[in-house]
């Protein structure tokens, strides 16, 4: 059984599993990790990816990340797994990671390696997201 928040838009369309259905269903995870605990009254009451969404394409991060993490991890790296999460969460299933790409764009972050060439395209962000 799967819960409706993490499951990929197509899913539902379709009900067809995927690998990249299930590389949508790491980056709600990777999301909530770097958010921290959020009580329908910190998300103004919305399901958790309608109030992300916004932060997202605006690229606020400050409100995104959770603050206990911020001090306590390194911001660079921190935003660099925000925009890993724009690729997972893409509306477009052919334009999302593969496992590798996220494996080894996890694995250049937190080595501190430059990951430049990963930032995901503005449109990943204007995409719609289900939730």
Known sequence: MRTFEYLAPEYGETGKDSSLIDIYS??????KLIT???ST???N???FLRWARPLLKEKNYGDLIDPRVQHSH???QLVW???VVEKCLNWKPD???SINEVVNLLTSITEGSNVEDYSPPESDCSEQITG
């Open 26 to 31: 790491f980056g709600v995870i990777l999301l």
């Open 36 to 38: 921290g605990p959020r």
């Open 41 to 43: 009254e910190d998300t």
């Open 45 to 47: 009451g919305q399901p």
């Open 74 to 76: 390194d911001l660079y």
């Open 81 to 83: 797994m925000v925009r």
């Open 95 to 97: 334009r999302r990671c």
